[in-house]
């Protein structure tokens, strides 16, 4: 065909009028289109895609108009349409319609099967490389081997874990839906954030174990993968590493070397040692939620240097003990040097075995908090953040040093990044409260006190929490009371732990019955804020003074003094301990010993050591002047403390008798009144 042929049959055929109709409707179409689709909160993409299936219209539209045309008997191909008789207007007019038509009918099906996606749940939001391992059940006869199911699920989460193109929800989180006799995958994938989940059974039976494992797709809650692995014992670390890199390999991760180095590497060659090292890892994990928070320490000690005994190349085994002789420097249960050296020997060990290893700087980052070297600290963190890329007590302890050293808005984003790999962590939680108790913003305090009571309805020191938060805010004393009350007629057996709260809640309410029975339940434990601990000793002569029995309160502030004494002489650059004995001989009214011991007590806890204790230091050295009667002095701490993040509050200045001396000093008065909520009225 000649060009001039070739141009005639284009004109002849329409589609000329085809190519022009077809721009101006699909114009108008764009047009509309960018109205409606932000209207109806379309994705960024949908205008992309229309635009897109619109271009690809235009050429489908030229081929129907050259290959076909409508004539009175129907749509035919264009040869046979010429022995017909010549159409009139309107049958041309009907082609424009019918291929236009045609045309975008084409499109807006493409539209429809390439970009509409299949019913989901609201997982389908979450990052599609995002993981939950939930606790393995334990299938074995002898139930005494739960503790292994949770091990080989845990080094399942763990090697999963090292993968720093993957998301995995922390231990803490998951371990909440262990013994749960229903599990609705989707509806735990939502509460964790993740797009799927692991769950698997492990049955130990002598010297064999089989572990099976599926992975579930929580976003159309379908099985991805599927597999058992029946073996001899001593393979249970190789199943684990091999059942990581499925999963890895199933949700597409990108695993560098490194990474797949250290999911093939064994904890231990000795089974015996990991079984003691899952029980201590237990006896640790358990450590704040019980009562005795050293005897858990101590268990987890022993068993881990029994491990160590068994296999003196066990790595794991040495970063768990320096974290639980750290931790018990830390918490003041055991703040000698003898404590100190023992977590550092452990550390040295780790560091020799892999100097490289994530898990061992995080634990040197621990043990230089515990000594206040916060700095050392932030450098070893991200040391371990390298190769702990979802481990959310890298993120958890980072804002920790943030907020020792005062970086509040940094502590709180640290925080929350670690709630994003651990949402269901109770602890985390309580350290985001606390911030916000220090930094006095009742409100955000008050929320995340609902959020942990959402999480746990019937939690206990959650609503003690709730009840001290009204003490603090509002100096309103009657919740707290309510929930005492009603816990104590519900189990009698708990007025000893409840014990350091009724002499604050008796304290501040000024009854001593009140006071004298809870005192009496304390028995040989202690009271009092973070690292200021009271004895029962003490609390008797604060009892004594502001019922204003002096010799009562000598007698009690003597004894308190000789055990005191004791503790100050064993740790003499300890702050909270020589604050607590300054306050004791400012009750005995040894003013210039309890000057200096106060004084010193600030010193050995300066802001930039310790913006928490530092605060509730000074505050106790306000007490300690207006005791002695130096109120000029108490009322310049007590505002210095009060310019910073701390515990000192509107509640306690308002009832605490501790402050009793200060009371109609018009400088201390206003101070309480600026702290007043705005719907408090006196």
Same mark, same amino acid.
């Given at each position: 065909m000649n060009p001039r042929n070739f141009f005639t049959e284009l004109k002849r055929r329409n589609?000329?009028?085809?190519?022009?109709?077809?721009?101006?409707?699909?114009?108008?179409?764009?047009?509309?289109?960018?109205?409606?689709?932000?209207?109806?909160?379309?994705?960024?993409?949908?205008?992309?895609?229309?635009?897109?299936?619109?271009?690809?219209?235009?050429?489908?539209?030229?081929?129907?108009?050259?290959?076909?045309?409508?004539?009175?008997?129907?749509?035919?191909?264009?040869?046979?349409?010429?022995?017909?008789?010549?159409?009139?207007?309107?049958?041309?007019?009907?082609?424009?319609?019918?291929?236009?038509?045609?045309?975008?009918?084409?499109?807006?099906?493409?539209?429809?099967?390439?970009?509409?996606?299949?019913?989901?749940?609201?997982?389908?939001?979450?990052?599609?490389?995002?993981?939950?391992?939930?606790?393995?059940?334990?299938?074995?006869?002898?139930?005494?081997?739960?503790?292994?199911?949770?091990?080989?699920?845990?080094?399942?989460?763990?090697?999963?874990?090292?993968?720093?193109?993957?998301?995995?929800?922390?231990?803490?989180?998951?371990?909440?839906?262990?013994?749960?006799?229903? +599990?609705?995958?989707?509806?735990?994938?939502?509460?964790?954030?993740?797009?799927?989940?692991?769950?698997?059974?492990?049955?130990r039976s002598a010297n064999r174990v089989r572990v099976s494992a599926q992975l579930i797709d929580a976003r159309n809650d379908t099985h991805v993968w599927a597999d058992k692995y029946d073996r001899d014992l001593a393979d249970v670390f190789a199943i684990q590493s091999e059942i990581a890199q499925k999963i890895a390999d199933q949700l597409q991760a990108k695993i560098s070397p490194r990474e797949r180095s250290a999911i093939e590497k064994q904890p231990t060659k000795d089974l015996a040692a990991y079984d003691l090292y899952v029980r201590a890892t237990d006896a640790i994990d358990a450590a704040p939620t019980t009562q005795n928070i050293k005897e858990n320490f101590l268990e987890a000690i022993t068993l881990l240097e029994q491990a160590i005994a068994r296999d003196p190349a066990f790595f794991n085994a040495y970063c768990k003990l320096a974290q639980a002789h750290a931790q018990l420097y830390l918490f003041g249960e055991?703040?000698?040097?003898? +404590?100190?050296?023992?977590?550092?020997?452990?550390?040295?060990?780790?560091?020799?075995?892999?100097?490289?290893?994530?898990?061992?700087?995080?634990?040197?980052?621990?043990?230089?908090?515990?000594?206040?070297?916060?700095?050392?600290? +932030?450098?070893?963190?991200?040391?371990?953040?390298?190769?702990?890329?979802?481990?959310?007590?890298?993120?958890?302890?980072?804002?920790?040093?943030?907020?020792?050293?005062?970086?509040?808005?940094?502590?709180?984003?640290?925080?929350?990044?670690?709630?994003?790999?651990?949402?269901?962590?109770?602890?985390?939680?309580?350290?985001?409260?606390?911030?916000?108790?220090?930094?006095?913003d009742y409100a955000k305090d008050a929320a995340v006190l609902d959020r942990i009571l959402a999480l746990k309805p019937n939690d206990l020191d959650a609503r003690l929490a709730r009840g001290q938060l009204e003490v603090a805010w509002r100096a309103d004393t009657r919740p707290l009371h309510e929930v005492i009350e009603s816990?104590?007629?519900?189990?009698?057996?708990?007025?000893?732990?409840?014990?350091?709260? +009724?002499?604050?809640?008796?304290?501040?309410?000024?009854?001593?019955?009140?006071?004298?029975?809870?005192?009496?339940?304390?028995?040989?434990?202690?009271?009092?804020?973070?690292?200021?601990?009271?004895?029962?000793?003490?609390?008797?002569?604060?009892?004594?003074?502001w019922k204003g029995d002096a010799a009562a309160a000598h007698a009690s502030f003597t004894t308190a003094r000789v055990a005191q004494q004791r503790i100050v002489d064993a740790q003499p650059d300890y702050g909270p301990a020589l604050c607590v004995l300054g306050l004791i001989d400012a009750g005995l009214g040894r003013q210039e010993d309890a000057l200096r011991e106060g004084r010193r007590a600030v010193e050995l806890t300066p802001l930039s050591k310790d913006s928490i204790n530092g605060p509730i230091i000074m505050g106790f050295f306000a007490v300690i002047c207006a005791w002695v009667g130096e109120k000029d002095l108490a009322i310049e701490q007590l505002t210095r403390a009060l310019q910073l993040p701390g515990r000192l509050n509107y509640g306690g200045l308002r009832l605490s008798p501790s402050w009793d001396p200060l009371r109609g000093d018009p400088r201390f008065e206003a101070i309480v009144a600026s702290l007043a909520p705005k719907e408090v009225h006196d």
């Open positions: 589609v000329y009028k085809i190519a022009i109709g077809y721009g101006v409707v699909a114009w108008l179409l764009l047009q509309a289109a960018s109205i409606l689709f932000p209207t109806f909160e379309a994705p960024p993409w949908t205008m992309k895609v229309f635009v897109a299936v619109t271009a690809l219209g235009f050429p489908i539209a030229l081929i129907i108009a050259w290959a076909f045309e409508l004539t009175p008997e129907g749509l035919k191909r264009t040869e046979l349409a010429d022995e017909l008789p010549k159409k009139s207007s309107r049958n041309r007019a009907w082609i424009y319609v019918v291929v236009i038509a045609g045309a975008i009918s084409i499109g807006l099906f493409l539209l429809g099967r390439f970009t509409a996606a299949p019913k989901q749940s609201a997982s389908a939001d979450f990052p599609a490389k995002s993981i939950a391992v939930l606790p393995f059940e334990n299938f074995s006869q002898d139930k005494a081997f739960a503790f292994f199911a949770d091990g080989v699920q845990d080094e399942i989460l763990t090697d999963l874990a090292k993968i720093a193109d993957l998301k995995v929800i922390s231990r803490t989180s998951v371990m909440q839906y262990k013994n749960t006799s229903s +599990r609705n995958l989707p509806e735990i994938a939502q509460a964790l954030k993740v797009a799927h989940v692991l769950e698997g059974s492990v049955q055991d703040h000698t040097r003898a +404590r100190l050296v023992s977590a550092e020997q452990a550390i040295n060990a780790a560091l020799r075995l892999q100097p490289d290893a994530g898990e061992a700087h995080w634990a040197q980052a621990g043990l230089l908090y515990s000594k206040l070297d916060y700095d050392g600290a +932030r450098a070893e963190i991200e040391i371990a953040r390298r190769s702990l890329p979802n481990d959310a007590r890298v993120f958890e302890l980072s804002g920790y040093i943030d907020r020792r050293q005062g970086r509040w808005p940094e502590s709180a984003r640290n925080l929350e990044r670690a709630l994003e790999v651990d949402p269901n962590n109770v602890s985390i939680l309580w350290q985001i409260a606390l911030s916000y108790e220090s930094l006095r816990s104590m007629q519900q189990d009698p057996a708990s007025g000893k732990r409840l014990a350091p709260l +009724r002499i604050f809640l008796a304290s501040a309410e000024r009854d001593a019955g009140a006071a004298e029975r809870a005192l009496a339940d304390l028995g040989d434990d202690t009271y009092g804020p973070d690292a200021i601990q009271f004895s029962r000793a003490f609390g008797e002569g604060q009892l004594a003074r």
